[in-house]
């Protein structure tokens, strides 16, 4: 046979590195850290096999670990050692967070990145402060439409991003979905002399059932209704593209999608749309359902967890947040 092209010519071994389109190396990962100050021992979480929830006082040890693996940036999330109707434990000066990153920023090279968010603060597990007329028991069988109080909460956003980088944040990064938090954040960091600690925004977050198991790592499954008029619609891309410019002309410095497998279209969009990096999630559920399927003998782990992740890159993402960062980073050196 005579054919003039025969593309497995790029595919043998020696070449294929060469001509390899996409690359993932430990730094481009994040690995998301649970800090709880309930907690006196590690707490694994069932539903995200090799993750713990760790004391405040192992958040160092905790982090150490991250490093070791090659990954050198890290997410805190928190779970506080009390909550109430406004989440007044986010932005404490003596919070999970603030103490927790005042150790790690002391002790390790760590790149800190906190989530500022609400729903683990606040005893109804909504994403801010709720609507008046909820907040005054008016509703005994509230209206699922009716949830967070918008504006009210970018006060509260404002107070809880400045009090990270106060004890040493590198990069905030606002997950609520609420409309304007990025302007709201950047104005605050601002006025406090906090110009050079950037904002990493969850820009199109989607109202996504691929969150589950991250409800029993960080305690914050709402107490009622769902979280469906502030993250996005999962059937919506063109919105995606209004939210992220919205949270790019308010300053954000990194735009993040979440989750990342089943929104693959939107990260292109977002690389071919936008010159700012871009992030992506890849949530609990997706890492979850690999571990599943390979606890069965179905799949073989560390290739699919390889090969998602690679996927993601392809599409468009600089960054990827994902529970498999240790796990692969390991591999990868
Ligand atoms: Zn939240």
């Known amino acids: 046979m005579d054919l003039t092209h025969r593309p497995r010519r790029l595919r043998q071994d020696r070449i294929r590195g060469l001509v390899s389109e996409t690359s993932l190396t430990p730094a481009d990962l994040i690995a998301p850290v649970f800090i709880d100050a309930t907690a006196t021992t590690r707490q694994p979480i069932e539903s995200m096999p090799g993750h713990e929830r760790v004391p405040i006082e192992e958040s160092v040890a905790r982090v150490e670990e991250v490093l070791e693996t090659g990954v050198e940036a890290v997410m805190l999330f928190g779970i506080p050692e009390s909550k109430d109707a406004t989440g007044t434990r986010a932005w404490a000066d003596d919070g999970v967070i603030q103490e927790a990153t005042r150790r790690i920023t002391a002790e390790t090279d760590a790149y800190v990145i906190t989530d500022v968010c609400l729903c683990e603060y606040t005893e109804h597990g909504h994403c801010g402060t709720l609507e008046p007329e909820l907040?005054?028991?008016?509703?005994?069988?509230?209206?699922?439409?009716?949830?967070?109080?918008?504006?009210?909460?970018?006060?509260?956003?404002?107070?809880?991003?400045?009090?990270?980088?106060?004890?040493?944040?590198?990069?905030?990064?606002?997950?609520?979905?609420?409309?304007?938090?990025?302007?709201?954040?950047?104005?605050?960091?601002?006025?406090?002399?906090?110009?050079?600690?950037?904002?990493?925004?969850?820009?199109?977050?989607?109202?996504?059932?691929?969150?589950?198991?991250?409800?029993?790592?960080?305690?914050?499954?709402?107490?009622?209704?769902?979280?469906?008029?502030?993250?996005?619609?999962?059937?919506?891309?063109?919105?995606?593209?209004r939210e992220v410019r919205l949270d790019a002309d308010a300053g954000a410095d990194v735009l993040m999608v979440k989750p990342a497998l089943p929104y693959l279209d939107i990260v292109r969009d977002i690389r071919q749309e936008f010159d700012h990096p871009v992030a992506a999630y890849n949530v609990s559920g997706e890492y979850a359902m690999l571990h599943a399927a390979a606890e069965k003998g179905w799949l073989d782990l560390e290739e699919v967890a390889l090969e998602s992740l690679l996927s993601i890159k392809r599409a468009g993402a600089d960054l990827i947040l994902t529970y498999f960062a240790e796990d692969v980073a390991g591999r990868l050196r």
């Open 135 to 241: 907040r005054d028991g008016e509703c005994e069988t509230p209206d699922p439409s009716l949830t967070v109080d918008n504006d009210a909460t970018l006060t509260s956003l404002r107070r809880t991003a400045v009090s990270h980088a106060a004890v040493g944040a590198d990069m905030v990064a606002p997950s609520s979905m609420t409309d304007g938090m990025v302007g709201a954040i950047r104005d605050g960091l601002d006025d406090e002399g906090f110009h050079d600690v950037p904002i990493m925004s969850y820009a199109a977050k989607y109202e996504s059932a691929f969150y589950g198991p991250f409800r029993d790592a960080a305690d914050g499954a709402p107490a009622f209704g769902n979280r469906r008029h502030y993250q996005m619609d999962p059937a919506n891309s063109r919105e995606a593209l």
